[in-house]
């Protein structure tokens, strides 16, 4: 009885060390430069994702836009925070890059057109990234420092339990359970070149 006793307890302890404690040894945090507020553009300022965020004429994705679309509206703080006049002495007026954090930067191997999903499928923004757009703040960065790469590309929480909303990321699996669903077929090397 008291063998068992001490392997249940040790099994527990264990699951509960990978569970909770492994992820916080493995992933590294890191500031974004300067905070941001999707709700305020979305919100106040009236502006769609696809103001910033756009496909290009041969139908590539603009990503992260550049300090010279942010200019546009910014040429001087058009908000009182002190994240926006840092945001507009550091990099707006000198015509410096924000070197953003990317959540989303997918590995080399790895193809992904948003040209085909937004364009061609019209498939919202949200469907993908959730409700992002209205996200008052930015989250906080988290990398594994052996890849380089967000931990949005892997499994930021056992089983998704806590997730849910912009923290959730995105898997191989939710890009295929949503081909399945719009009975789109595909093969390995549409997305793994």
């Not at 910033?52 to 992260?64: E, K, Q, T």
């Not at 509206?73 to 925070?81: D, F, N, V, Y």
């Not at 699996?173 to 009975?183: F, K």
Request: aromatic share 8%; net charge positive; glycine share 10%.
């Amino acid at each position: 009885m008291g063998g068992k006793t001490f392997f249940l307890a040790g099994f527990v302890l264990c699951l509960g060390f990978g569970w909770a404690a492994f992820p916080r040894l493995l992933y590294r945090t890191a500031p974004q430069p300067v905070q941001f507020s999707h709700k305020v553009h979305t919100s106040s300022a009236g502006m769609k994702c696809e103001d910033c965020h756009s496909v290009l004429a041969d139908g590539r994705f603009s990503g992260i836009p550049a300090v010279e679309k942010c200019a546009g509206c910014h040429a001087s703080p058009a908000g009182s925070t002190k994240d926006e006049k840092l945001m507009v002495e550091q990099y707006i007026t000198p015509a410096k890059p924000i070197p953003w954090l990317v959540y989303a930067k997918q590995p080399d191997h790895v193809y992904f057109s948003h040209a085909t999903h937004v364009t061609l499928a019209k498939l919202s923004c949200e469907g993908c990234h959730g409700d992002h757009g209205k996200t008052g703040a930015l989250r906080r960065f988290e990398y594994d420092p052996i890849t380089g790469y967000s931990r949005d590309l892997g499994e930021p929480r056992l089983l998704r339990i806590g997730g849910g909303g912009a923290a959730r990321p995105m898997r191989m699996d939710d890009c295929d359970a949503c081909h399945r669903r719009n009975n789109v077929q595909t093969g390995c090397l549409d997305c793994h070149k």
